[in-house]
């Protein structure tokens, strides 16, 4: 499996693993002197604590040791440094010390994981690693592998970390491989139930949410759901729901990002379908308390079961486009806009749009083979009502630009019987291995020794 800069930078596996907390050292009390104790303080602790020793900012000590490997607070910001990076939102100090506490539980995981393969004689060796990181380098930040050891150190990262992340990628796909996968079986009649069940709900619509699942307590309620509000508004900033599914998600689809994959309404808890059903593709929702905790989700598109989609269509285009000079007056812009919209309606279908478009300087580029969901929403319904030869209003900016786009070709979409026998076996085997795979980590989790 091929391993992208994109996919290490965002894949922060989440994990039920508490950070083990550091060693304290409380003063003793003279007898006969001792302080107050709080209510409810089982451990029959003073109110006020003095500390023998002082933190020293300037030794490195290791946060956490996992089976006699330690993790460093300077583990813990490089890989922070990845992820804000991947990102590229401003998160408050208040976020980020939340992120550090989930990928310190990562690094527990990814160390685990290195040290079972190492264990079974799976180990990754050097030469692969640097193979991944090497095409990292090329194929993701055109650039050669120095280049993008500099860009690391740039933003508070480094090729260590990087390349550490690319061990435990490729540790854990190994162990998986060996140890689970040969092991999960699926048989014919739960693919044709399944099959069956497609074609009955056929013309049914279906949707693709991902979802970000914080659990709570009774007593832990409120803070999560505090906490889920600030996950909401980072997402409405513009942060990735596929890396924050990934470090905050406590559900199982939290290594793929918390996308649930197609599903109907009914497959989903009546808190959940009640609101998915009244959201359109892109919509946000959330905190949505449901037993157990609390839900965000995101709706990622909607179709109708086994019934050919119009976004799927393939469209030949023609943009015609008009620039402003810097400095243009308002008046002078508006009037070039006029001029434009007039003469865009002169144009007799595509065969003489060029002819029209150089009479008042517009440029013309030809587009083939676009899909219509890869237009933005905003234009796609515009385009679909469109006939051949017909254009859309004119949109944009004087900043920008104005244009239009033009519709020369439409190849509508073949209605699809649904997915094959294989692809619906291939999906149930890699739902299973999932599961499994969070077993095995758990077990892993539970075995060793953290201090």
Known sequence: MKVTARHLCLNIRKTALAAGAAAMVFAPVAAGAQEAVAPGNTLNLPNSINMLTENDPNVRRATVVVNGYPITGTDVEQRVALVLDANKVDVSEEEVLRLKQQVLRNLIDETLQIQEAQSQEMAVEDSEIDGTYNRVATQNFGQDPAALDAYLLSIGSSPASLKRQIRGELSWQRLLQRNVQPFVNVSEEEVNELLERLQASKGTYEYRIGEIYLSATAETQEAVSANARQIVDQLRQGGSFVAYARQYSEASTAPVGGDLGWVRLAQLPTELSSVAQGMEPGQLVGP???????????????????????????????????????????????????????????????????????????NVVSNDQIPVRQLPEALQSTLLQLQIGEATPPFGAVSEGVRVLMLCGRDDPVSTDGPSFDDVMAQLEEDRVGKRAQRYLRDLRRDAIID
């Open 288 to 362: 949505i308390p449901i037993p157990g905790g609390f839900s965000i989700l995101y709706l990622i598109d909607r179709r109708q079961v086994l019934t050919a989609d119009p976004r799927d269509a393939l469209l030949s285009l023609k943009q015609i486009s008009i620039d402003f000079p810097a400095g243009m007056s308002e008046a002078d812009a508006t009037a070039r806009i006029e001029q434009f919209t007039q003469a865009v309606g002169n144009i007799r279908g595509c065969g003489n749009a060029e002819d029209v478009a150089a009479t008042i300087g517009a």
